[in-house]
C-alpha cells in the first residue's frame, strides 16, 4: 500500500492527540473500528449527498452500539477527514497511527512473514536478534504466509531477514554463480 504524505499529517496530529489525553491505545482502537466501519459501507461514506455530518453521527451510533463511546477529539478528527473528502485515507493513517505509536514507544516496528505460526521459542530469538542491531524492542506485524514452506522474513528499519527456503536456495545460487565467475 503507497503511504500518502497527507495520512502522515492526520496520523501524527490525531497521535499527539492520544498522547496528551494518554489514550494511545483507544485512538488505535478506534482508527481500527472507523476503517472496519468505513470499509464495509464505502458506498455511503463515500456518497457526496451524505453530509459529513451524518457520516460522523452514524459511526457514532455504530460505536455506541458496541458499547464505546467517541471523545470530541475523534469526533472533530472524523469531522475534519469527512468535510475534507479525505475518508479514503483511513486505512493509511491507521497504519501509520501505529506505526508512529510503536516508535514514540521507544520500540521498534518489524514485519515478520512466516511459514507457520511463530512459536514463542522463535519470537524470542528474532527478539533477541532485533535488539541487538536496532538496541530497541521489537512489535511484530506478523504474517503467516504458507508458501514460504519453511523460515520466515523480518524486516525493520530498513534491515532484512531471509531465512526461508527460497531466501537460502537464492543465496546459494548467488554464490555458485559468483564461484563460476572466479574460476
Known amino acids: ?5 497527507v495520512a502522515g499529517r492526520y496520523a501524527r496530529a490525531f497521535l499527539n492527540i492520544a498522547i496528551e489525553n494518554e489514550k494511545e ?20 461514506f463515500d456518497n457526496p449527498v451524505v453530509k459529513p455530518e451524518k457520516k460522523v453521527t452514524l459511526i457514532k ?6 458499547g464505546e463511546e467517541m ?19 483511513l486505512r493509511n493513517i491507521h497504519e501509520l497511527f501505529e506505526y508512529e505509536k510503536i516508535l514514540s514507544e521507544q520500540k521498534v ?8 505460526v511463530p512459536k514463542e521459542e ?3 530469538l528474532l527478539r533477541k536478534f532485533i535488539r541487538k ?8 506485524k506478523t504474517t503467516v504466509d504458507e508458501s514460504l514452506i519453511a523460515g520466515a522474513v523480518v524486516e525493520f528499519e530498513g534491515f532484512r531477514l531471509d531465512t526461508t527456503v527460497q531466501g537460502r536456495l537464492k543465496r546459494l545460487s548467488q554464490e555458485t554463480l559468483k564461484r563460476g565467475e572466479m574460476s
Open 122 to 124: 522463535e519470537l524470542t
Open 1 to 5: 500500500m503507497k503511504l500518502s504524505a
Open 71 to 89: 471523545d470530541e477529539f475523534q469526533e472533530r478528527f472524523l469531522m475534519l477527514l469527512f468535510e475534507r473528502k479525505r475518508q479514503k485515507l
Open 109 to 116: 516496528p518489524a514485519d515478520l512473514r512466516i511459514a507457520h
Open 61 to 66: 451510533s455504530v460505536l455506541e452500539e458496541f
Open 133 to 140: 542491531y536496532a538496541l530497541k524492542d521489537p512489535v511484530f
Open 25 to 44: 491505545d483507544e485512538y488505535l482502537r478506534f482508527l481500527d473500528f472507523v476503517c472496519n466501519v468505513y470499509e464495509s459501507n464505502k458506498d455511503l
